[in-house]
């Protein structure tokens, strides 16, 4: 069984910067294609950025695009996405999740076989 956890979240003010990580264990990453999600209060999920199995392709909501970078460590199990000028709609609960399937997608709940606790990023002056 495959247990996600992500880390990194936290209170940044407008322009600033956080680093997310989604480590996993119970079996290893090298098969799965990740995404990462994001909730706010009153709004659906939706997808932020993912990354295939083999790390070669990414994919990024247009919201996001030259902001956020996914990288993946498939030795350390980890897969990391790193915020950068960070506003106040990027607030919200985020969650990695994990496909078995080389390709990834922004699609959400139905496309991942498993899903993190999520760790809260609030953007606020």
């Known amino acids: 069984q495959l247990q996600l956890v992500e880390s990194g979240g936290g209170l940044v003010q407008p322009g600033g910067s956080l680093r997310l990580s989604c480590t996993a264990s119970g079996l290893t990453l090298d098969y799965y294609a990740i995404g990462w999600f994001r909730q706010a209060p009153g709004k659906e999920r939706e997808g932020v950025s993912c990354i295939s199995s083999g790390g070669g392709r990414t994919k990024y909501a247009d919201s996001v695009k030259g902001r956020f970078t996914i990288s993946r460590d498939n030795p350390k199990n980890m897969v990391v996405l790193q915020m950068n000028s960070l506003k106040p709609e990027d607030t919200g609960v985020y969650f990695c999740?994990?496909?078995?399937?080389?390709?990834?997608?922004?699609?959400?709940?139905?496309?991942?076989?498993?899903w993190g606790q999520g760790t809260q990023v609030t953007v606020s002056s």
């Open positions: 999740a994990a496909r078995k399937f080389s390709e990834c997608t922004l699609r959400g709940k139905y496309e991942y076989d498993y």
